[in-house]
Structures are given as C-alpha cells and as structure tokens.
C-alpha cells in the first residue's frame, strides 16, 4: 500500500487565487481527516469524514474553505480565495482502529 | 483549547539516555496515541493504548496510561540520534464519532 496520498507536495499561490489539495486514502480507510499546522497555532483538525459523509467541519475556519469526499478514493479541501494567512502544511489522515495514517502534507504559501 | 498538552516543550539528551514526554488530557478517551513526526514530515503512528490498559511496549518504546490522572508517558529507551523529532500525543473521546484531538507536541533532540 503507497499510503495516504496527497497532491500537490508543495503549492505557491497569489493571493486571491483558488487552490485545491488533493488527497487519496488508504483504501479500506472508512474516515478521512484534513488538518492544518502551524507553528503558531500546531496541528488543527479542519474536517472530518466518515464514509464519505463530512461528519464535523467545525474546524473549517471560514467560507472559503471547503472539502469533499465525492468517493472513498478521493478527497479535495478548497481554498477560495486563498490569503497569506492560509499559509501552512495541510495534512491529508485517515484512519482504521489501530491509528491514523498520515499523507505527506502539502506546504502551501500564500503570497 | 487543547484536549491533550505534552510536556516539556522540548527536551534535549544525549544519545543513549532514555527520553521521558508526558501529556495530560482533559475528557475521558477511548484511547491515547502517541506520534513522531521528523521536520517536513507527517506525523508517523507509533502506539496506540487503550483507556483500559495501564502500560504497552513497542520495541524501546513504552507507554502508560494513567486514567485517574488523565495523564499518560512515553518513554523511549537507549535514544539515537534518528529519533530526533516531535513527539505528539492524540486522544480519541468516548462521547461518539471520530474526532482525535492533538497536543502540541514535545520536540525531541538526540545529540549523537
């Protein structure tokens, strides 16, 4: 198994303009997890699903953030528009009983 | 705030000298979790205990789990330099669904 999968490894974006990060469980993993860390602020659970089904977004900080799990293979967290202060590593989890499995991260500068 | 806070902050030894990081949590859990994560990295699982288990190996690994304190260890034994990381602990609470909450993490320096 290659693990939890996310895309892009590292994204650079002007301030206004929409990104998307990308992410592919590991299958057989019924929730999936998008956190953000900073050094500021450390790991921040932003949204959760549970078979495909966004359980708690309570974490999303604004409207411009957004995720989906349109399958159990796939999973995309929204940024639009993207500013500086969104800057920061998002991490891409999920998990079985024994654990989460960690994506990667992909470190996104706003400038 | 933070369900789980580990301390210290950050702890600085010499390699072979055990490492001993503590985290504190505030609700009742189902389990405690501990990770490492190395610089740029993601966070790697290194042991799971469950809230009815006092103490689990994992190679020079042990945790314990002490629910009447809500506090838990990790001890890493012999240390190596390779083990210079953050050191997370996360809780998974037992009022239902799946949220895990982490702390902030102990940074660990092995100096070889």
Same mark, same amino acid.
């Given at each position: 198994d290659a693990g939890v999968i996310q895309s892009p490894r590292h994204e650079v974006t002007e301030m206004g303009q929409e990104v998307t990060l990308r992410c592919k469980p590991i299958s057989g993993h019924n929730s999936l997890f998008w956190y953000r860390q900073t050094m500021m602020r450390g790991l921040e659970l932003l949204i959760y699903f549970n078979n495909n089904v966004?359980? =708690?977004?309570?974490?999303?900080?604004? =409207?411009?953030f957004s995720a989906k799990m349109? #399958? /159990?293979?796939f999973s995309t967290l929204k940024i639009?528009? +993207?500013?500086?202060? =969104? +800057?920061a590593v998002y991490f891409c989890a999920s998990s079985s009983d024994y654990g989460y499995t960690f994506g990667s991260g992909t470190r996104l500068t706003v400038v | 705030s933070q369900q789980g806070e580990e301390d210290p902050q950050a702890l600085s030894i010499q390699e072979g000298e055990n490492a001993t990081m503590n985290c504190s949590y505030k609700t009742s859990i189902n389990n405690l979790q501990w990770y490492r994560q190395n610089s740029g990295r993601g966070l790697v699982h290194l042991i799971l205990i469950r809230s009815n288990e006092r103490e689990k190996h994992s190679g020079r690994l042990r945790v314990t789990l002490d629910t009447s304190k809500k506090s838990s260890s990790l001890l890493i034994t012999a +240390?190596? /330099?390779? =083990? !210079?990381a953050s050191y997370f602990c996360a809780t998974d609470g #037992? !009022?239902?669904?799946f949220k895990t909450i982490f702390g902030a993490g102990t940074r660990l320096f092995v100096k070889a």
């Amino acid at each position: 198994d290659a693990g939890v999968i996310q895309s892009p490894r590292h994204e650079v974006t002007e301030m206004g303009q929409e990104v998307t990060l990308r992410c592919k469980p590991i299958s057989g993993h019924n929730s999936l997890f998008w956190y953000r860390q900073t050094m500021m602020r450390g790991l921040e659970l932003l949204i959760y699903f549970n078979n495909n089904v966004p359980i =708690d977004d309570s974490g999303m900080p604004e =409207d411009r953030f957004s995720a989906k799990m349109p #399958n /159990a293979s796939f999973s995309t967290l929204k940024i639009q528009p +993207s500013e500086p202060r =969104d +800057s920061a590593v998002y991490f891409c989890a999920s998990s079985s009983d024994y654990g989460y499995t960690f994506g990667s991260g992909t470190r996104l500068t706003v400038v | 705030s933070q369900q789980g806070e580990e301390d210290p902050q950050a702890l600085s030894i010499q390699e072979g000298e055990n490492a001993t990081m503590n985290c504190s949590y505030k609700t009742s859990i189902n389990n405690l979790q501990w990770y490492r994560q190395n610089s740029g990295r993601g966070l790697v699982h290194l042991i799971l205990i469950r809230s009815n288990e006092r103490e689990k190996h994992s190679g020079r690994l042990r945790v314990t789990l002490d629910t009447s304190k809500k506090s838990s260890s990790l001890l890493i034994t012999a +240390s190596r /330099a390779a =083990d !210079t990381a953050s050191y997370f602990c996360a809780t998974d609470g #037992n !009022t239902g669904g799946f949220k895990t909450i982490f702390g902030a993490g102990t940074r660990l320096f092995v100096k070889a």
